[in-house]
């Protein structure tokens, strides 16, 4: 079946210093990825669609000057947090779809930030 | 845009019962509808799905309902397990027809 792989799956970082997460599509062209942030005990909350080749569309709320979205080709995306905070902790989470079959939206297995 | 709302937020069954988890949707253009499987520290993982024209879908111990006059959609676990306790999300596609949409989730325990 389709798998998405995120990278790193933890990382800390320092305040003020920008953190890149990469989510691949490994057996799939995935002509759209989608961002989406994760507090604790809560539900995923659609940060961004990715497109690839194309500006990102961010979902109202979002800063884009903050989370870099960057779809270069039809298997990686990356979202790069600049500047963090210790509010932009949190537990991001990568999703894509594949352009041909249409089918199912497949996860990464998620990025574990903390900014201290 | 796409409103989705599920209930309960917890749910508690002892091993071998079922459970039920309910949500609703709010745009009548949604035409698919997964179910996702959360555990501690994990991506979600797809468990089941049901697209517009269909029903009922059933996957073993696992079925999903589909009322989309009501825009009502619930997951039916049968015979639960300990391993079933998880979180639980369902979700609907957006207004834009792209990206999915998520309930709240629904912590599911299951005693054995």
């Known amino acids: 079946g389709a798998v998405v792989s995120q990278h790193p799956s933890w990382v800390i970082c320092k305040s003020g210093t920008s953190v890149k997460i990469e989510c691949r599509s490994l057996d799939f062209q995935a002509t759209t990825m989608f961002w989406y942030r994760q507090f604790p005990k809560q539900s995923l909350m659609l940060m961004a669609t990715s497109n690839e080749g194309s500006k990102a569309t961010y979902e109202q709320g979002v800063e884009k000057d903050k989370f870099l979205i960057n779809h270069a080709s039809l298997t990686l995306s990356t979202l790069t947090v600049t500047s963090a905070h210790p509010e932009d902790s949190s537990f991001y989470i990568c999703?894509?779809?594949?352009?041909?079959?249409?089918?199912?939206?497949?996860f990464g297995s998620g990025t574990r930030l903390t900014v201290v | 845009g796409e409103n989705v709302e599920q209930h309960p937020s917890t749910l508690s069954v002892q091993e071998g019962d079922s459970a039920v988890i309910k949500c609703t949707y709010s745009d009548s253009a949604s035409n698919y509808f997964p179910w996702y499987k959360q555990e501690l520290g994990k991506g979600p993982q797809l468990i089941i799905d049901?697209?517009?024209?269909?029903g009922e879908k059933k996957d073993q111990r696992i079925a999903v309902t589909l009322n989309k006059t009501a825009k009502h959609f619930s997951l039916h676990i049968t015979e639960t397990q300990p391993e079933d306790s998880a979180v639980y999300f369902c979700?609907?596609?957006?207004?834009?027809?792209?990206?999915?949409?998520f309930g709240k989730g629904t912590t599911l325990s299951v005693s054995s």
């Open positions: 049901i697209r517009s024209n269909v």
């Open positions: 999703s894509a779809r594949d352009g041909v079959t249409r089918d199912g939206y497949t």
């Open positions: 979700a609907a596609i957006n207004q834009a027809g792209t990206a999915l949409i």
